[in-house]
């Protein structure tokens, strides 16, 4: 079956820093895959999104590149602002279904 | 408001009980969904609705479990005799696109429902 598996939490950065989060896959065909952001207090966002091999998805400084030979969907970004802490979703969609399979989570601290 | 909106934002629930939670989606989404997101895991799958129609409710865990969205906007999950295993947020989202595996989903905040 489909699953995601992503690095346990938290992640504690300060600003300025670099991060990875991983995220890896098992699925069937050629799934979407997606990193969701929760803010605290808020709902899920779309965060970015990629639909077939070697495509990267970006968004607000964020980006994560589909790798299909490693089924690897890593979220990284440059220089980390403590408004960026929040728990970070990846997820994949199998093509022609509506039902996303999402991992854990993964918690972000940004310390000023 | 421009959002998905879900209410109440918090319950709790004697076990027994039977609860019914509230979700606003978007004016004019048609697609909308329910997820259960237990505490330390991702959200999963229970139900999707696209107007008033329920075309999937192959996740939902029990005959416990009831959606209902009879006019095609607010949508109601309700969950009769509740028991601890109920206690997780439950999240509806909504989507404008008809094929509800094209298009943005909006979630809503969630509800969380602690069963004692």
């Known amino acids: 079956g489909n699953s995601v598996t992503q690095m346990e939490g938290p992640v504690t950065l300060s600003e300025e820093a670099f991060l990875t989060i991983n995220c890896t896959y098992t699925?069937?065909?050629?799934?979407?895959l997606f990193w969701y952001v929760q803010y605290p207090g808020e709902g899920l966002q779309l965060l970015l999104k990629?639909?077939?091999?070697?495509d990267k998805g970006s968004n607000k400084g964020f980006e994560a590149t589909y790798r299909k030979e490693t089924t690897s969907f890593h979220l990284e970004k440059g220089s980390v602002q403590v408004s960026d802490s929040a728990v970070y979703f990846c997820a994949l969609r199998r093509g022609g279904s509506y039902i996303p399979t999402f991992g854990r989570g993964t918690s972000l601290i940004v310390h000023p | 408001g421009a959002g998905v909106s879900q209410s109440p934002r918090y319950k709790v629930a004697k076990r027994g009980q039977d609860v019914a939670l509230r979700c606003d989606p978007i004016s004019g989404h048609v697609s909308l969904f329910w997820y259960q997101q237990a505490l330390g895991q991702g959200p999963e799958f229970l139900t999707y609705f696209q107007n008033e129609a329920q075309l999937d409710k192959s996740g939902l865990p029990s005959d416990r479990f009831f959606a209902e969205r009879p006019e095609g906007s607010v949508s109601t999950l309700k969950i009769q005799r509740t028991q601890q295993e109920d206690s997780a947020v439950y999240l509806c989202a909504s989507s404008l696109a008809l094929a509800p595996q094209r298009g943005e989903a909006f979630f809503g905040q969630g509800t969380r429902l602690t069963v004692v």
């Open positions: 990629a639909t077939k091999a070697d």
């Open positions: 699925a069937t065909g050629y799934p979407s």
